[in-house]
């Protein structure tokens, strides 16, 4: 992991839907999000979750800002976009 890397990550969770944030640490945060209160309201219900998609950025604000394109994109284009980098998922 490089110093001063933002991710942009996908996670599914155990009822198939998608959920997308920023972090610094995809391991930590994936930690958080199905075995802490850490996580987010949305996954906290859905665990387990993984990661099927990540995108790494050098800064928050260009993290941020892909990650609201990816919110903003439909369920069928969410998954090529995972397919497109992980076709066996």
């Known amino acids: ?7 942009v990550y996908i996670l599914r969770c155990s009822d198939n839907s998608l959920y997308t944030g920023i972090t610094t640490d995809i391991s930590r945060r ?5 075995h802490t209160m850490d996580a987010a309201k949305y996954t906290r219900c859905r665990r387990p979750l993984t990661v099927v998609y990540y995108e ?7 993290a941020a800002s892909r990650e609201y ?10 998954e090529a976009l995972i397919r ?6």
């Open 1 to 7: 992991m490089k110093k001063n890397t933002w991710y």
């Open 30 to 34: 994936l930690y958080e999000h199905n």
């Open 56 to 62: 790494e950025t050098t800064s928050r604000s260009l």
């Open 69 to 78: 394109e990816i919110k903003n994109l439909t369920r069928q284009q969410k």
């Open 84 to 89: 497109a980098i992980s076709p066996s998922l």
